[in-house]
């Protein structure tokens, strides 16, 4: 879970999710109401993990599988990436470069 870099209060599970799925760039600390940034490798691995929906869909290609598997594989991914990705997020003061 992130740790503010102002008041290093550690958020919880639900915080991190509620502010994983706003449009702003930036999240806001439940505790101190600062503005924290995503460290870039937080926005590398977040950039990477919803082509992991892709991987039922290549084995659809391989072993034939009917919609129904289909579209159960990706809403399994989907529910494991919202259990794993809130854990992976890390936060900063200032705005870093992705590269």
Excluded: D
């Amino acid at each position: 879970m992130p740790i503010c870099a102002n008041c290093r209060h550690r958020w919880s599970f639900r915080e991190t999710l509620r502010a994983m799925y706003t449009l702003k760039p930036t999240m806001t600390c439940p505790n101190c109401k600062q503005e924290q940034h995503l460290t870039s490798a937080s926005r590398k691995r977040g950039a990477f993990m919803p082509f992991l929906i892709l991987i039922p869909m290549l084995l659809n290609v391989f072993f034939e599988m009917n919609w129904l598997t289909l579209i159960g594989g990706m809403l399994l991914v989907a529910v494991v990436f919202n259990l794993v990705y809130p854990r992976l997020i890390e936060v900063t003061n200032e705005e870093e470069p992705i590269w």
